[in-house]
């Protein structure tokens, strides 16, 4: 096995155990206000069969976006990123931060960091993840499995997350929204 397949490896296994680790210590607690709409539930049940699926697929067909190598690179180098960039946001909302949609106690909207640019940030680097899955599988077809569900699940907890967020904030996050873009700065 040469070193990237290795590194590869280990950037899923530690990109599976973190969103474990993350489901089990940052769940909301008995007094905040949790109004996830299953979210949560729908994010694993769209995301694991949707991996698994891409990477069955890949081992079964041939549909290369690239016949180079190139492309395996820059897979791993966006899963990569997406980690370890989606755990630095996680840290920066702090106690803010929980795998559920909820409002704790004192909630405030982050603006500062990466949160100047997009409202969804850490979104954002976990959907630069199943891209670099899907890229480093270099097949279109799992790319767009790997992906475009995936996106998808995100858009609806995205779009549940902003109306609490506009129920909690109301205008603040109204013109918040207006400044930043959902998940591409300057684009999206």
């Known amino acids: 096995m040469n070193a990237l397949y290795l590194l590869f490896y280990v950037s899923i296994a530690a990109w599976f155990l973190s969103e474990i680790y993350y489901k089990q210590k940052f769940k909301s607690e008995t007094k905040d206000q949790k ?6 539930n729908i994010l694993w049940v769209v995301i694991i069969p949707s991996v698994f699926t891409a990477v069955t697929i890949s081992n079964l067909t041939s549909f290369p976006i690239r016949n180079q190598y190139w492309i395996l690179y820059l897979g791993e180098f966006l899963i990569v990123i997406g980690v370890i960039f989606r755990w630095i946001i996680i840290k920066s909302l702090g106690k803010f931060f929980t795998v559920d949609v909820s409002i704790r106690e004192n909630h405030q909207i982050k603006k500062e960091g990466f949160y100047r640019l997009v409202r969804h ?6 959907l630069l993840t199943f891209l670099g ?9 799992s790319l ?14 995205i779009k549940i997350e902003e109306q609490v967020l506009i ?3 109301g205008n ?17």
């Open 144 to 157: 767009f499995i790997a992906f475009v569900p995936v996106f998808l699940a995100f858009s609806y907890r």
């Open 121 to 126: 940030p850490s979104y954002s680097f976990a």
């Open 133 to 141: 899955l899907g890229l480093f599988l270099n097949n279109w077809l």
């Open 167 to 169: 129920q909690q904030f």
């Open 35 to 40: 109004k996830d709409k299953s979210t949560l």
């Open 172 to 188: 603040e996050y109204l013109k918040y929204k207006q400044k930043t873009k959902k998940l591409i700065p300057f684009i999206y």
